[in-house]
Structures are given as structure tokens and as C-alpha cells.
């Protein structure tokens, strides 16, 4: 089944993470790429890296822990005619190379106990492990050495995993810190964190 968000073409799959509004929050707030180098940590069904491509970025990488994400955000690319995009299979930055000028993360953030996990790959798209920051706490530790000097980096945050907490570390680690856009949903609060390397 394929179906069609703001103009992209997509094909789910039962093993990754349908669009929702925590997708279509930070796919609004997505800050120029044009002419510019993207990663995307944690691709899904890939459309925000597709949308990058489609808005002009000179390259995007996209990388997700699960195989069916990378194989369906390849489809999706071919999908679309995007060719200035690829897909890799990569835990957070494990195989990734280079600097990028923006880099997109909508980690996994629902506090997770050992009883709670899903079956399958489709977990690592909400197991946050027990505070919802395990995922989150590692790409915030390494994210420094990936972006350009000057790059941004977009966090999709939920109020369930404390704003603060990623707002503090960021500004220790040396980024200018800003809220962009908040979206109240039932039971949380989500929230786009743009962090500016200085």
C-alpha cells in the first residue's frame, strides 16, 4: 500500500515506524538544506531524508538500526526520483563518515522495562530503555563530531523524557540552544530542539 504525505510517496511496512505527528512536527521545522550535506539518524520510512532531497540538499544520508527501515527508505528514495540520497544500516553513528551541515534525529523516547519491549525491529523505534534517554544520551555524546562548524542539529524531543536534560547537555557540549515549535498530544508535549554549533 502506498500512501502520499505533503506531496512524498510512501510505503509502510510492519516493521517500522509509521509517519505520525512527531514526523510531521520536525518535517515542518526542517531549517534549509539547500546545497547542504544532511544526515538523518533513524530514517523510518525515510521521508524526512526524502524531503531533504526533494528540497535541494547537495547530499543526505540516512541511517537506521533496523534492516526493513533502510530497505524501505531505499524503495521510498526510488519511489520519489530522489537520487542524491542514500540508506545505510548503521547503530546511531557506528558506520557513518564525514562532517554534515544539518543532522535530524527523532529518537526512540518512550520509557521502555524489559516486559514492555515489542516483538520484532519495530521496538527500536520506541524503546527509549528505562529513562527514554538511552538512545537519546549516545547520539547527544557524539553528535559533536559529526557536524560542521557553524551545522545544526534537530532534535524532536517529547516532554515525557525531559526537555531540560537535552537542553542542558547540549549547551554543555557548546551548542546555541532554541525551541522552534511545540505540539500538545494527549499525554505529552512534543517539541523540535535546534542546536547550533558555534
Given at each position: 500500500m502506498i500512501t502520499e504525505f505533503e506531496g512524498i510517496k510512501i510505503k509502510l511496512?510492519?516493521?517500522?515506524?509509521?509517519?505520525?505527528?512527531?514526523?510531521?512536527?520536525?518535517?515542518?521545522?526542517?531549517?534549509?538544506?539547500?546545497?547542504?550535506?544532511?544526515?538523518?539518524?533513524?530514517?523510518?520510512?525515510?521521508?524526512?531524508s526524502i524531503a531533504c532531497a526533494k528540497r535541494g540538499a547537495k547530499k543526505v544520508v540516512g541511517v537506521d538500526i533496523n534492516p526493513f527501515a533502510v530497505n524501505l527508505a531505499l524503495e521510498n528514495a526510488k519511489l520519489n526520483n530522489v537520487n542524491n540520497v542514500s540508506f545505510i544500516k548503521s547503530d546511531l553513528f557506528e558506520n557513518v563518515r564525514g562532517e554534515f551541515d544539518v543532522i535530524l534525529f527523532n529518537p526512540p523516547y518512550l520509557p521502555t522495562l524489559d516486559e514492555d519491549k515489542l516483538e520484532g525491529n519495530i521496538d527500536y523505534a520506541f524503546n527509549g530503555g528505562k529513562s527514554g534517554r538511552e538512545v537519546l544520551n549516545r547520539f547527544l555524546e557524539e553528535v559533536g563530531d559529526y557536524l560542521k562548524e557553524g551545522g545544526v542539529v534537530q532534535i524532536l524531543q517529547s516532554s515525557l523524557t525531559g526537555e531540560e536534560e537535552t537542553i542542558s547537555m547540549l549547551?554543555?557540549?557548546?551548542?546555541?540552544?532554541?525551541?522552534?515549535?511545540?505540539?500538545?498530544?494527549?499525554?505529552?508535549?512534543?517539541?523540535?530542539?535546534?542546536?547550533?554549533?558555534?
Open positions: 511496512h510492519s516493521e517500522v515506524y509509521e509517519p505520525a505527528e512527531d514526523t510531521f512536527l520536525l518535517l515542518k521545522n526542517i531549517v534549509d538544506v539547500e546545497n547542504k550535506e544532511v544526515l538523518e539518524i533513524g530514517v523510518g520510512t525515510g521521508i524526512i549547551k554543555q557540549l557548546g551548542f546555541d540552544v532554541k525551541v522552534v515549535d511545540r505540539l500538545k498530544i494527549p499525554f505529552e508535549e512534543l517539541m523540535v530542539i535546534n542546536g547550533y554549533k558555534l
